[in-house]
């Protein structure tokens, strides 16, 4: 597919919920509503925006006359979520969260913040509108293809999660209404399906490098804008991964190509890599301004506060480089989010590499073999082993062992690998040696693994079996 003669054009709307207490009210952000105590009812119509008219999403959402069932719970929502009180003070650390971001997309920040009303009246917002605010202007990212610029980047509430949908009624839970959101938009010069996968790719590195963002799934959200020349503008939600997003815009250019006729819309993602209608286009006519929300000045003390991290891909490059790591097992830290420094520090006496191998392989590996669906390993269960093989009070081998306990929920026992001197282990290989004449140094570590092994290091005991053999 020639995407430079469709006349392509391509930009992505990247959404990433913040590691702070929600937007305008001091409720936690943690996502763990399970049995709401608070039920209300409500219908939500159109208001005209600060132009005058009434937004064609908004008016369509209007016709349908749905009634919305909102479930709360006392731990996590108030009544700023209800829409019954005006909203707080915006939260200030999620406002220089986003100011961070916003300097490592290298943005400029605008020197007076004014939050706006956006209408959506799906109803994942009681109030019938998101409170939304522009940060920064005129970023850009660098990529294979390219600088791609990022012109806005937004501060703004999270919307309410939908429970269920029968058509007339729909049900929303308010534990995520109001969590504070990064909201990061590209111009349309992105050039390929594959050329998306990568800016979204590169964005959520940037993004993830101040450790000061939501993990999981549905924490990050990419919509992505599609166009081909003589077409409309199509945007498409709900990309939960990169995987799917190349296939996805090729099959949305794909069926582009075939419209005679076509009108600006939002559709969703199928898991397919199809897509399906939603809405019309949001227009001009949903904006206006928030006048419960004082404006904020953004003064000069308050930039140069914000101290910027090491980018996640420098890290890698700073961890292949400090412990001559190779670069696979580099990302593979950064990528778990792993504080390989301090575990360096920590347990001197561990090689680098088998501390990175336990440390990132090792609990993949057990995941994978007993078939779990999450590691029960914690933080002080890795201190505690690692302890153990600093100390040279385990081997190796055992350390493979006693994670598996741990993530198999059992208490961490080395009683059973306790380590041999070496003139035992010398004693106890010859006379194995010894009872195999003209056996292969393979087959006696094997015979010999299964009595030390987490007692001896295996290349200790490789070592000695070919010197005793004389291989």
Do not use: W
Request: net charge neutral; with cysteine.
């Amino acid at each position: 597919m020639d995407y430079s003669k469709l006349g392509f054009k391509c930009g992505l709307e990247i959404h990433q919920q913040l590691e702070t207490h929600k937007l305008f009210c001091s409720c936690p952000s943690i996502i763990h509503d399970e049995n709401p105590a608070i039920t209300v009812k409500r219908k939500i119509r159109a208001v005209a925006g600060e132009t005058g008219g009434v937004d064609k999403a908004a008016a369509f959402e209007k016709a349908r006359g749905r009634t919305f069932i909102y479930e709360a719970c006392k731990t996590s929502s108030c009544l700023v979520e209800l829409d019954e009180e005006p909203p707080h003070d915006v939260n200030p650390e999620a406002l220089m969260i986003a100011m961070e971001i916003a300097l490592l997309l290298n943005a400029k920040p605008i020197d007076r913040i004014q939050f706006m009303r956006k209408t959506v009246i799906d109803g994942s917002n009681v109030s019938g509108f998101q409170r939304t605010a522009l940060i920064a202007t005129d970023g850009y990212i660098q990529t294979s293809k390219g600088k791609v610029a990022v012109p806005t980047i937004c501060l703004e509430e999270e919307a309410a999660k939908k429970i269920s949908d029968n058509g007339n009624e729909v049900t929303y839970r308010l534990d995520r209404l109001g969590v504070a959101l990064v909201e990061i938009a590209t111009d349309p010069s992105i050039k390929d399906a594959e050329h998306a996968k990568e800016c979204a790719s590169i964005i959520g590195m940037i993004i993830r490098s101040t450790g000061k963002v939501k993990r999981g799934i549905g924490t990050i959200r990419q919509d992505v804008n599609v166009s081909i020349a003589g077409k409309a503008r199509v945007e498409i939600k709900g990309f939960q991964e990169l995987r799917s997003m190349p296939l996805v815009i090729e099959n949305e250019v794909k069926r582009q190509i075939e419209l005679k006729e076509s009108k600006p819309e939002v559709r969703k993602a199928n898991p397919d890599g199809t897509t399906e209608f939603l809405r019309p286009m949001p227009g001009a006519d949903r904006m206006y301004p928030e006048t419960d929300v004082k404006p904020i000045i953004i003064t000069k003390k308050m930039l140069e506060s914000i101290e910027l991290p090491e980018l996640l891909t420098e890290q890698a490059i700073r961890l292949e480089k400090d412990y001559k790591l190779n670069e696979n097992l580099a990302k593979e830290l950064v990528d778990e989010e792993v504080d390989f420094d301090r575990y360096a520090k920590a347990f001197p006496k561990i090689e680098v590499t088998f501390l990175a191998t336990a440390l990132v392989i090792y609990p993949k590996e057990i995941k994978r073999k007993h078939n779990l669906e999450n590691l029960k390993i914690k933080q002080e269960d890795y201190m505690q082993i690692l302890g153990y093989l600093n100390e040279a009070k385990i081997s190796k081998e055992a350390v493979v062992e006693l994670m598996t306990d741990a993530a198999l929920g059992k208490k961490i026992d080395i009683s059973r690998f306790g380590n041999v001197s070496d003139d035992v282990l010398r004693k106890e290989l010859k006379a194995i040696v010894d009872a195999n004449k003209g056996v292969s140094v393979n087959a006696l570590m094997g015979d010999a693994m299964k009595k030390f092994r987490g007692k001896a290091d295996g290349k200790k005991i490789m070592d000695l079996l070919k010197e005793l053999a004389g291989q």
